[in-house]
């Protein structure tokens, strides 16, 4: 399970993917849902296109408010993260992304 260590792995640095993996608040971690790279997995989608579909405002707004409802819906994360830890998320988002399937 990733997000048990209590030590990030020495070899990643950006701050963002740290946050991004549960290192930096246990209570903030988008890998247990998202997987550790992004692709997504039972519990929630792919996040490797999602500059594709949206604006960046509305991706800041998925990370702050959630998206959907019931047992699948994405969480909000507006109390656990200030502007500078979103900014982080998305630059590690943008990092990540992938093209389009044509
Ligand atoms: C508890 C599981 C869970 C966690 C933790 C989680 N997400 Fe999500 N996320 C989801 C689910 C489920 C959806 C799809 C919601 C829907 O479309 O109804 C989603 C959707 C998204 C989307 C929009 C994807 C799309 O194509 O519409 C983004 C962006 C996203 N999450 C980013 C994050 C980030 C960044 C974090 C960490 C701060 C995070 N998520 C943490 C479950 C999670």
Do not use: W
């Amino acid at each position: 399970m990733i997000g048990c260590e209590a030590k990030p792995p020495a070899d990643i640095a950006d701050p963002g993917q740290l946050l991004f993996l549960g290192f930096v608040k246990k209570e903030v971690n988008c890998a247990r849902c998202h997987g550790q790279n992004g692709a997504g997995g039972p519990e929630a989608p792919d996040i490797r296109t999602v500059f594709a579909k949206y604006d960046e405002e509305v991706v800041v707004e998925i990370i702050e408010v959630g998206k959907g409802e019931g047992p699948d819906a994405m969480p909000s994360f507006e109390t656990q993260l200030n502007e500078e830890e979103v900014d982080l998320l998305l630059k590690f988002l943008k990092s990540i992304q992938i093209e389009l399937e044509p």
